[in-house]
């Protein structure tokens, strides 16, 4: 089945760790996004990528970074800058060239917890 | 500066009542599409409606329905007969032409009780 995967579900990190969330889709989509979600709130852009070996910060971009070397995979790193970062994390992709470039589809998302 | 904003922070109903979400939006751009999304408690977001600022039509689906009118900037979304499996976060969201991304509404929190 096509979809967006996202790995883990439930992440804990300690003070001073960078750890790594993983985001894969086999929609064959060009572009890849990654949100926060802070409890009752809306989702934040942290980062999104249009083509491979390219992207751009989104409005929280601070404490984080990602990569793009594959078109299906979009890695997030939540590193040790990011003081805050208890939150659920949320992939999206979009397919470009379609006419629908705006709809935006979203994996199961990771949940992170500071220890 | 673009917005969304859902003014209702949590509703609650009984099964079988119809309810409407509210959203209003704010953009200076003509080119522009709207979107509802649905957060259920296992968190992913489940897409179901967009809609593109040359199209004010409203639309139907089963039990739900979408009123979109410009005049007033509001997306308003209504669930006729309400079931349980309604209960969930819902999400307006809009996205302009010249920014490229989607800004989200604060979300609004529905519980539907048997």
């Known amino acids: 089945d096509g979809g967006i995967t996202q790995s883990p579900k439930y992440l804990f990190r300690k003070e001073g760790q960078n750890v790594t969330l993983s985001c894969e889709q086999n929609?064959?989509?060009?572009?890849m996004y990654w949100y926060r979600q802070d409890p009752g709130q809306g989702l934040r852009l942290i980062y999104y990528?249009?083509?491979?070996?390219?992207?751009q910060k989104g409005d929280i971009a601070e404490g984080y970074s990602v990569s793009r070397e594959k078109k299906e995979s979009f890695p997030l790193t939540v590193t040790s800058a990011q003081k805050n970062p208890t939150a659920f994390y949320l992939c999206?992709?979009?397919?470009?060239?379609?006419?629908?470039?705006?709809?935006?589809?979203f994996g199961p998302g990771t949940r992170l917890l500071v220890l | 500066a673009q917005k969304v904003t859902q003014a209702q922070t949590e509703i609650s109903v009984v099964e079988k009542e119809d309810v409407t979400l509210d959203c209003v939006y704010e953009?200076?751009?003509?080119?522009?599409?709207l979107f509802w999304y649905k957060q259920p408690p296992s968190g992913e977001l489940v897409f179901l409606i967009r809609?593109?600022?040359?199209?004010?039509q409203n639309e139907i689906s089963g039990r739900y329905s979408w009123n979109f009118q410009k005049s007033t900037s509001s997306f308003n979304f209504t669930i006729t007969a309400s079931q349980v499996v309604d209960s969930a976060v819902y999400f307006c969201?809009?996205?302009?032409?010249?920014?490229?991304?989607?800004?989200f509404g604060q979300g609004t929190e529905l519980s539907v009780k048997p």
């Open positions: 999206a992709s979009t397919a470009t060239g379609t006419g629908y470039e705006e709809t935006q589809y």
């Open positions: 929609l064959n989509h060009d572009a």
């Open positions: 990528s249009q083509i491979v070996n390219d992207f």
């Open positions: 953009t200076r751009d003509t080119t522009y599409y």
């Open positions: 809609r593109n600022s040359f199209d004010e």
């Open positions: 969201a809009l996205w302009y032409n010249q920014g490229g991304k989607l800004i």
